[in-house]
């Protein structure tokens, strides 16, 4: 039989983790067993990582008020806690990752098959830090006092940056960093990566394992998921009944044409006519298969209906669209002519200025500058006058 693997994102509470307080699912006889790998405060851990590049942001500000002081308060403005902080940018204060081999139908506590998936857990843990640099990891618990064995890994995402403060927290260039590329996948595209390292490694402790289902992206904690697998269970033996109950009803089917087969007797009181139970039973059956089907035929006939009107519509939009798309066209062909034309002008001014140039360089040439300069006053002075008299006439 094959197993499970899930990895799902943890509600991210280290109290729950630490077991500050036993949730009434827990076994508190066993709580011993539980294996600590990594337990540092928070507050400590974000010295730790951000600290430095705090530093050496604010040695390079001139102005007090663009100093970072506790980078956390920064971030969250509040103080650590047990609990996932979610900044303004959605940016978390901490990250939480439940991993668990099978359930409690087919890995339960106390079973060997238990024990095998202690001992991957244990060995997927013992490498996760080094697989993922960018993921600090400063809380990871195995539980072994609630219904399956499973882990409780909570990590710090590391981005480092050339602008401002050069180390953050940063999940989406954290996986950037660690080859899992950008965008809302990447942490699909992770996440994969590592259900088949463990899977690799649950394969070498002999241990079959399933492929992953899809989800609706839902996380639950290990309380809530045994609650789930309780009411899948429900449902399941609900569903049965009413299987059952679906087989009865089927030995009645009957089809149309055992009406014909009904035998009609005239009653002693005025028109009215008597059958068996047995064929009462069959009427019923027939008109309420037709009663289904005539409202099947409505819905679809409304459909087609419904179809045939945005048919029109669009129809109508389509011509309308290319009217427009004629009058651009007719706009767009004066513009061209208007283009050319204006082209044209252009084209026989440079011509005029270029020949104006030639012929005062070769007046300049001859000496004749001064003549040239004496007959253009003359020709203005013609001009003036002749404009003047012009404006008096008028």
């Given at each position: 039989?094959?197993?499970?693997?899930?990895?799902?994102?943890?509600?991210?509470?280290?109290?729950?983790?630490?077991?500050?307080?036993?949730?009434?699912?827990?076994?508190?006889?066993?709580?011993?067993?539980?294996?600590?790998?990594?337990?540092?405060?928070?507050?400590?851990a974000y010295i730790r990582l951000f600290g430095g590049a705090v530093e050496r942001y604010n040695a390079k500000q001139k102005r007090a008020d663009r100093k970072i002081g506790d980078y956390f308060k920064h971030l969250f403005n509040r103080s650590p806690g047990d609990s996932v902080i979610t900044g303004a940018n959605k940016q978390k204060s901490f990250y939480e990752d439940l991993v668990q081999i099978g359930t409690r139908d087919d890995t339960g506590v106390g079973t060997p098959d238990a024990k095998a998936a202690v001992q991957c857990l244990s060995e997927y843990m013992q490498d996760f830090q080094k697989r993922n640099p960018n993921f600090y990891v400063f809380n990871a618990v195995l539980h072994m006092d609630e219904a399956t064995p499973h882990?409780?890994?909570?990590?710090?995402?590391?981005?480092?940056?050339?602008?401002?403060?050069?180390?953050?927290?940063?999940?989406?260039?954290?996986?950037?960093?660690?080859?899992?590329?950008?965008?809302?996948?990447?942490?699909?595209?992770?996440?994969?990566?590592?259900?088949?390292?463990?899977?690799?490694?649950?394969?070498?402790?002999?241990i079959e394992i399933s492929e992953p289902k899809k989800s609706r992206g839902y996380s639950y904690t290990v309380q809530e998921y045994g609650e789930h697998r309780d009411e899948i269970r429900r449902l399941n033996e609900e569903k049965e009944q009413v299987k059952a109950e679906i087989e009865k009803i089927t030995k009645k089917k009957v089809k149309a044409d055992e009406i014909e087969k009904i035998e009609v007797k005239k009653s002693v009181f005025g028109k009215s006519v008597t059958i068996s139970p047995t064929d009462y039973d069959i009427l019923r059956s027939v008109a309420q298969k037709y009663a289904v089907s005539e409202k099947s035929a409505k819905k679809l006939k409304d459909e087609n209906e419904r179809l045939k009107n945005k048919v029109s519509s669009l129809k109508k939009e389509n011509s309308a669209l290319k009217a427009e798309m004629e009058k651009y066209k007719m706009v767009g062909k004066r513009s061209v002519i208007s283009a050319i034309h204006q082209s044209a002008k252009e084209t026989e001014n440079k011509r005029m200025r270029s020949s104006l140039k030639a012929a005062l360089q070769v007046i300049e040439s001859n000496g004749l500058k001064k003549e040239f300069e004496a007959a253009e006053r003359q020709v203005n002075n013609k001009e003036k006058i002749i404009t003047n008299g012009l404006t008096s006439e008028i």
């Open positions: 039989m094959s197993k499970t693997i899930s990895m799902c994102q943890g509600k991210g509470s280290l109290a729950h983790n630490n077991r500050k307080f036993l949730a009434k699912n827990i076994d508190s006889s066993r709580t011993k067993d539980n294996f600590v790998f990594v337990r540092e405060k928070l507050d400590e882990l409780h890994i909570d990590y710090i995402p590391i981005g480092h940056f050339s602008k401002g403060l050069d180390t953050r927290n940063a999940m989406a260039k954290a996986l950037e960093e660690m080859g899992f590329g950008n965008g809302e996948n990447a942490i699909n595209r992770w996440r994969l990566s590592e259900w088949e390292t463990l899977r690799r490694i649950c394969l070498s402790h002999g």
